[in-house]
């Protein structure tokens, strides 16, 4: 069975280590491993140069989740990290000094732009960056071409995601959103064929405008979606009105949608009206919600989604993939 | 006065270290500095591209030396240096598993690396860099333009000189050394004006062949030391037969030199007869030595060269700006 996911960074990667889990679970391989081929399409757009070095949040968070070897207290980057070359940095004056390049983190930093310039694409580097870890799943960036989320702030000012996001913890009312690069990306081949050939797509509960819009604005990618065979089912990023984790309301806020899980089930809209969704989890808290979802023709069931540890993550990719096998 | 020095990388840190200090005393300038102005210009054909960041390490040694940052006892890199970047980079596969790329060291590299990608030439970077630790001496790289020195080996293999001297310990009899890039390399502006404004030059102590021999191999310089005003004086790097540290040896029987403070003085040349050198330091163990090398026309004066602490080095550029002053 292929089970592809869309994925962003933190909170999608806590929800594919709970496929990967429930996968384990009902479908071994008897070696601690599974039969299920596990596909995540990710999205890049949060990437950047930094100090000459290409950084990639949302593949690393997943990556390092999946590896066990990120830090679950501070909720991102890798457990037991030190910042000892970001002194020396800043001591040079390079980089942005609030944003934090761990040394272990940097190893891989430095082990990406090296194959990059090596001339591999970033797909390349991801297969090979991840072959590491052993993580049973397939990690396969949305393209392989550099695309850019900006944000346009009051007064028109335009900064890159991450100043937005990390330095003024999306304080700054965020008018618009602008993916630079996205026009003439190319949506890369392993993607569209993890769409393709899925048994299966889920949409994590991951940014529906920075993380999950972007992947979809990849040219290619929304006509693969509709063309899939698969049934699509999402998960809420939104439980009771507000977001699990992140800033999403920051982004949803920017394009017109309110912060509900009824707003971001209309605004993925129903594919058999062109849009993305067959189905659609919501919270047992947001079960009212239901009637409407489902009067735009997304089947939706309300579930626990709270993703506490790995048996609740794992509970909530059962229920995921129960809606998408019920469709 | 302006002093102008030619070294290489650890040998030639210590001299460096003990001119600045002799000039600390001699030449003081009230605040801890000294009136001298102390430019060295610096080999740079050691350098390399390694995992995408650019290596410099004969102005790295020199750097650490003169800011206190240097690991005396075990003779290169940082102070307190840790591994855990070199750890990943291992993991993953990348860069040379014999070449250590130290934490704080990474800093270095990576901040250069960014610099040079923003287009600074690499005296630019070195100023920058160099800025952070107020070395009160001007690092001056030979050339701007990518040099690497490589050995041919026993079979016409070629290697970097790098790979040569770290990985093989120079133990590879080497046939011959190629410096790739040299011929259509330019000296870079400041190093031609250290050598025309200054009131002295100095060799350093450091390995005649792939430290010196390169440096005097960028077009252009040994022109600008033929027609400088300045004394040359040179300091041998060989005490008694054997080299004062390094694997001088290795190099000098590879171009068919003795290792011997004579066959290094005379391999260098007299000044007036086409050659390098007004005057040459021996040890006054090689005191013997002096009637051959100054009936070549170098005068030739024997002092001890161990530089075992700051005062053993300060008192030898002392010597050697007092047989530069006689000559």
Request: hydrophobic content about 45%.
């Amino acid at each position: 069975m292929i089970v592809t996911i869309l994925s962003g960074g933190v909170g999608g990667a806590r929800f594919v280590r709970g496929v990967r889990e429930h996968l384990y679970r009902v479908a071994p391989d008897g070696n601690g491993g599974t039969t299920a081929d596990i596909r995540v399409v990710v999205n890049t757009s949060d990437d950047m140069w930094l100090a000459g070095l290409r950084i990639t949040p949302d593949l690393d968070s997943i990556m390092y989740t999946l590896a066990g070897a990120n830090d679950e207290v501070r909720g991102w980057g890798r457990l037991g990290e030190s910042e000892r070359v970001s002194a020396e940095l800043a001591a040079y004056g390079v980089g942005w000094p609030w944003f934090t390049l761990g040394d272990l983190d940097l190893g891989t930093h430095i082990a990406r732009s090296s194959m990059l310039r090596d001339g591999l694409t970033l797909s390349e580097v991801v297969a090979r960056i991840t072959a590491r870890w052993q993580l049973d799943v397939a990690l396969i960036p949305m393209t392989d071409d550099e695309v850019e989320t900006h944000v346009v702030v009051e007064g028109g000012t335009e900064m890159h995601f991450q100043e937005w996001w990390t330095k003024h913890r999306a304080k700054l009312p965020a008018q618009d959103f602008v993916q630079h690069g996205i026009e003439s990306a190319v949506a890369s081949p392993a993607a569209l064929a993890a769409i393709a050939d899925a048994d299966v797509i889920l949409i994590a509960p991951s940014n529906p405008v920075v993380s999950i819009g972007t992947i979809l604005a990849v040219p290619g990618i929304r006509e693969a979606l509709a063309d899939a065979e698969a049934k699509i089912v999402g998960v809420s990023p939104i439980i009771s009105g507000a977001v699990v984790r992140g800033m999403a309301d920051a982004c949803l806020t920017a394009i017109g949608v309110e912060t509900t899980a009824t707003a971001v089930a209309l605004h993925y809209g129903a594919r058999e009206e062109g849009g993305l969704l067959d189905g659609w989890l919501v919270d047992e808290q947001d079960a009212a919600s239901q009637p409407r979802i489902e009067s735009a023709r997304i089947t939706a069931s309300a579930v626990p989604l709270w993703m506490r540890d790995l048996d609740t993550s794992a509970q909530l990719a059962a229920d995921a993939l129960g809606l998408a096998d019920s469709l």
